[in-house]
T-cell receptor
């Protein structure tokens, strides 16, 4: 069965520093991977997705994600963090029934 | 939150009562979804609907019911059979079901607390 794992409950980073939010996946076929962000008491917003092609995917708000097939990872990155990036981030994978399977989420805290 | 409204934002109910959560979208999307979010567990799919008058169970449908009488509306009823209903409920919609082609847009959510 398809699954994603987000090994860190929380990531802390200083404003201006690069950030990485980790995600690893397990799929039986081609992986279709997604990142969403959730601000407090709000719904999720789509950031980016990997379907095929270039391993570096660029998304909204300056975020990008690197697909690594050998390490089965899809880490979310940003070169310079902003305080406003503080939120809950979810990695997700498409399952066999064409539905999204979400990870448990990683809370990103960016300190001024 | 892209044209999807959920009401109310906060809902309190006594144990044993059924409660209905509203979800409306004006995006002309065919597919709609209900997710449940619990701390440390991510989102789990309750029900989804591909088209009017059709819906399917997701991973945790027990204790819930839905209807899809209109394209723009997909209400969720949390029944007294749901063992642990206190959670944050998110509604979403997309043009179609194919995940890789159709981005899901989420509503702002309803936080249900059962006392």
């Amino acid at each position: 069965a398809q699954s994603v794992a987000q090994p860190e409950d929380q990531v802390n980073v200083a404003e201006g520093n690069p950030l990485t939010v980790k995600c690893t996946y397990s799929v039986s076929g081609n992986p279709y991977l997604f990142w969403y962000v959730q601000y407090p008491n709000r719904g999720l917003q789509f950031l980016l997705k990997y379907i095929t092609g270039d391993n570096l995917v660029k998304g909204s708000y300056g975020f990008e994600a690197e697909f690594n097939k050998s390490q089965t990872s899809f880490h979310l990155k940003k070169p310079s963090a902003l305080v406003s990036d503080s939120a809950l981030y979810f990695c997700a994978v498409r399952d066999d029934t064409d539905k999204l399977i979400f990870g448990t989420g990683t809370r990103l805290q960016v300190f001024p | 939150d892209g044209g999807i409204t959920q009401s109310p934002k906060y809902l309190f109910r006594k144990e044993g009562q059924n409660v209905t959560l509203s979800c409306e979208q004006n995006l002309n999307h065919d597919a709609m979804y209900w997710y449940r979010q619990d701390p440390g567990q991510g989102l789990r799919l309750i029900y989804y609907s591909q088209i009017v008058n059709d819906f399917q169970k997701g991973d945790i449908a027990e204790g819930y019911s839905v209807s899809r009488e209109k394209k723009e509306s997909f209400p969720l009823t949390v029944t007294s059979a749901q063992k642990n209903p206190t959670a944050f409920y998110l509604c979403a919609s997309s043009l179609g079901l194919a995940i890789i082609l159709n981005e899901q847009f989420f509503g702002p959510g309803t936080r249900l607390t059962v006392l």
